[in-house]
């Protein structure tokens, strides 16, 4: 028997605030609107939900918890049945879409729902690792002043480019390039012209990357609904079809930065160059046929280092192709973070990315790649599982 | 003289062991720097484990290393929440002694724009909260 095509119906998000600026609205109470928008998108009462696929074990940003049963008592959902998340953190983003499509494809459930919501009132992101209860692993790492996600990426950052030469110029051009996607977009929280001046003023925090390097911290919520293709056209979208969802990753990776134990030349890499395997090879394409490329930008290098590990460009190489001007909307060959990314349009866990390439398969997004028919959706390059997902028209 | 690196004030830098772990932080109480290796087939691993990842034996040795490393990568981090005026230079570590061994520490008494990749350091423990002692590296 073949296996069913899943297809991506409604998207919906709520507004996105700065850090803390969403208060009095509670977490769930942000999660429900972005599921309730979603649904209202796609043309489904929120009482036909009967899935619900998380990632990052179903925390609500860092530190709080998103919960099915709570969905149901506040949004009235009768019946659950299936409920499941990806282990560790923001490198399952879009392999929680794949999570959804094993449901769907068991039969397990018919409408499914991912929802990421984000709201740091307590404890902010940046400083997260300092943050987490002392233990025999984290031990290791704590005491080295690292505590933020940026402070550790700086350190791959630093080996690639001692490695291959890459130049801070290259990560410059990462956020400027995606700053000028934000600009024309109403939600986008920086809507400011950058320049490579202004970078360089950018002050360090955590050398070799500045501020500007790092992603926005932003309350909010984005929630997807998937079902199967025969349901998702008889709905008020076009489908988007989950053409390949992939999560997990390699041995050589493991914890990444949470230990460093990784090795030359995972060590500056993203970790997703399996995952890339794994999609092309489930999808019968290759980077040459992705016509959007949404990559998590968390931090710019890793940005980067995401375009070799799916092929963009070939390892080392990263730094000189995004120099050229490749990943530029106007212009580049492989457009990037179109909707302005976690740098500068909004940070919800990876989310943002998953919206955009349904955007562009549907031709409705803001800075639309005419005829866009393949969009590459990724997860953090974080601690495994790391994932993608390629979204195609159905 | 250039602002040198540090650790974290040292009276809050805590640790907590486990059965497979504290041997490394036993070790350095006693100024020596550990690695755990597989007794069954001679591999290090590192963060300390319960199993040997190379063929799941759980017969380990910890072997004293020489203390001397190279910088393998770091960061420079100029202030800490609390701490506006540290300056840290956390660093991943190499070790010719133990060969796929990566320890995160600082590197101290050096001015950040002297760090380099593959510079030659050394061991140094200094005390830390709750009778500990930390392996963190300086200039050889």
């Keep these: 028997m073949r296996t069913p095509d899943v297809a991506i119906v409604g998207v919906g998000a709520t507004p996105y605030y700065f850090r803390g600026q969403s208060y009095p609205q509670t977490l769930i109470e942000l999660a429900g ?41 506040t949004l009235g959902i009768p019946e659950v049945t299936f409920s499941a998340t990806l282990t560790s953190g923001g490198g399952g983003s879009a392999g929680s879409i794949g999570l959804a499509r094993a449901a769907l494809v068991a039969g397990d459930a018919t409408y499914v729902v991912t929802v990421m919501a984000l709201q ?18 984290n031990s290791f790492l704590m005491p080295s002043g690292l505590i933020g996600p940026g402070h550790l990426m700086s350190i791959l950052a630093r080996r690639h480019m001692h490695l291959y030469g890459t130049r801070r110029e290259a990560f410059a051009e990462i956020a400027i390039s995606t700053r000028e996607n934000a600009l024309n977009r109403p939600k986008a929280q920086k809507r400011t012209p950058l320049t490579l001046e202004d970078y360089f003023a950018s002050p360090l ?21 998937t079902t199967t293709m025969d349901r998702a056209r008889d709905l008020r979208q076009p489908p988007v079809k989950v053409v390949a969802a992939a999560h997990g990753g390699r041995r050589e990776w493991g914890r990444a930065f949470a230990n460093f134990s990784m090795l030359d030349p995972d060590f500056a890499s993203s970790g997703n160059a399996p995952i890339a395997a794994q999609l092309y090879r489930k999808a019968g394409v290759g980077p040459e046929d992705i016509d959007v490329a949404l990559l998590y930008d968390h931090f710019t290098p890793m940005v980067l280092m995401q375009l070799e590990d ?7 190489e990263g730094g000189p192709f995004v120099e050229s001007g490749a990943i530029r909307y106007k212009g580049g060959s492989i457009p990037l973070n179109t909707h302005g990314g976690q740098l500068s349009e909004a940070y919800v866990i990876g989310m943002t990315h998953v919206l955009e390439g349904v955007e562009q398969i549907r031709e409705t997004a803001i800075n ?12 953090g390059p974080a601690t495994l599982p790391v994932s993608g997902l390629i979204l195609g028209r159905a | 003289m250039t602002a040198q690196a540090t650790t974290l004030p040292t009276d809050t830098i805590r640790i907590t062991t486990d059965a497979w772990t504290e041997p490394y932080w036993e070790g350095a109480k006693d100024e ?64 010719a002694d133990a060969p796929g061994v990566h320890i995160v520490s600082n590197i101290i008494d050096a001015a950040p724009e002297d760090v380099t990749i593959g510079m030659p350091v050394e061991v140094v423990f200094v005390d830390i909260a709750d009778g500990w002692k930390l392996p963190v590296f300086r200039p050889a």
């Design chain 1, 33 to 73: 609107k972005a599921i309730l928008t979603a649904c209202e998108d796609a043309g489904i009462d929120v009482t036909e939900i009967d899935g619900f696929a998380y990632y990052s074990e179903a925390g609500g940003g860092y530190g709080q918890k998103l919960d099915t049963a709570t969905f149901m008592e």
């Design chain 1, 120 to 137: 740091q009132l307590k404890q902010r992101l940046g400083a997260v690792f300092g943050a987490m209860p002392l233990d025999p692993q």
């Design chain 1, 310 to 316: 799916y092929g963009f460009c070939k390892r080392g």
């Design chain 2, 32 to 95: 020596r720097l550990v690695a755990p290796r597989c007794a069954a087939c001679g591999t290090f691993r590192f963060p300390p484990s319960a199993f040997c990842p190379e063929c799941r034996s759980q017969d380990t040795e910890w072997v004293s290393l020489s203390g001397r490393a190279s910088v393998f990568s770091f960061s420079v981090v100029r202030g800490h929440p609390g701490h506006p005026d540290l300056l840290l230079v956390p660093a991943v570590f190499e070790f």
């Design chain 1, 368 to 379: 639309q790649v005419p005829g866009a028919e393949l969009a590459l959706v990724t997860g």
């Design chain 1, 205 to 225: 925090i955590a050398e070799p990357l500045c501020k500007l390097d790092f992603c926005l911290e932003t309350d909010g919520a984005v929630a997807v609904i």
